[in-house]
C-alpha cells in the first residue's frame, strides 16, 4: 500500500464549479499537509498547507484535513480556465516528504 | 519565479554517461532537496542537505550522488545512466529542514532539469 493515494484524474469541471480534490494517507506520524499545484511539468507552486487537523481558506482555495480519516481535501470555488493544471498533496512527518501522485485538473471555459 | 535555480533545463545523453544537474537555492534557504518526476512515479524524494551535511535520504540510487557546496548551491550526479532514468529533476528549497515549524519548511521548487537518456 502507498503512504499517500491519489486519483489521478483526469478531472474535467465547466467554468466556474466547485472542485475538490483528496488524497488518503495511512501514516499517522504525518503532521503537515500541503498542497502543490503544477503546470505542465513545470516546477510545483505551494498553494495551500495545514498543520494536524482542521481547515485553512486562501480566497477561493480550502485545504480540509481530518486525521482521524486520514483524508485531506482542496476545495476550489469558481473555478477558471487558469486553474487548469495537476495538483499533488504532501504530507511531511519530522524530515520526510511524501507527495501523492497528482490529480489532472481541467476547467472547461 | 520561486528564486530557485536549476541548470541545465534540457540534457540529452546516451546510456552509460555521467551528468551533473545544478541548483542554487532561495537566498537564504539552508535546505535543498533533490526529486525525480517521471509519468509513472510521480514527485520521488531522492535527498536532502542542509548547510551542506545530508539531512535526509529517500529512494536514491547508488549510482546517484549529491553535494552542497558551501555557497550552498547544490549538484546532483548520476552516473552509469539508463533509459529509465529520463525524467524531470527538480530542486526545491527552504529555509530551514530540521524538522521544525513549518514556516521555515515549505520546499519552493526550482524549474526542473528534464532529462533524457537515449
Known amino acids: 500500500q502507498k503512504e499517500v493515494e491519489q486519483d489521478p484524474g483526469p478531472l474535467s469541471v465547466p467554468e466556474g464549479a466547485i472542485v475538490s480534490l483528496n488524497c488518503t494517507y495511512s501514516?499517522?506520524?504525518?503532521?503537515?499537509f500541503m498542497w502543490y499545484r503544477q503546470y505542465s511539468r513545470k516546477g510545483p507552486e505551494l498553494l495551500m498547507y495545514t498543520y494536524s487537523s482542521g481547515n485553512k481558506e486562501d480566497g477561493r482555495f480550502t485545504a480540509q484535513v481530518d486525521k482521524s480519516s486520514k483524508y485531506i481535501s482542496l476545495f476550489i470555488r469558481d473555478s477558471q480556465p487558469s486553474d487548469s493544471a495537476t495538483y499533488l498533496c504532501a504530507m511531511r512527518g519530522t524530515y520526510k516528504y511524501i507527495f501523492g501522485t497528482g490529480t489532472r485538473l481541467k476547467v472547461l471555459a | 519565479d520561486s528564486g530557485v535555480t536549476q541548470t541545465p533545463k534540457h540534457l540529452i545523453t546516451a546510456t552509460g554517461q555521467r551528468v551533473t544537474l545544478r541548483c542554487s537555492p532561495r537566498s537564504g534557504d539552508l535546505s535543498v532537496y533533490w526529486y525525480q518526476q517521471s509519468l509513472d512515479q510521480g514527485l520521488q524524494f531522492l535527498i536532502q542537505?542542509?548547510?551542506?551535511?545530508?539531512?535526509a535520504k529517500g529512494n536514491i540510487l547508488e549510482r546517484f550522488s549529491a553535494q552542497q557546496f558551501p555557497d550552498l548551491h547544490s549538484e546532483l550526479n548520476l552516473s552509469s545512466l539508463e533509459l529509465g532514468d529520463s525524467a524531470l529533476y527538480f530542486c526545491a528549497s527552504s529555509v530551514q529542514g530540521t524538522g521544525g515549524v513549518q514556516t521555515q519548511e515549505t520546499q519552493y521548487f526550482g524549474p526542473g532539469t528534464r532529462l533524457l537518456v537515449l
Open positions: 501514516n499517522s506520524a504525518f503532521q503537515y
Open positions: 542537505y542542509y548547510n551542506g551535511e545530508e539531512r
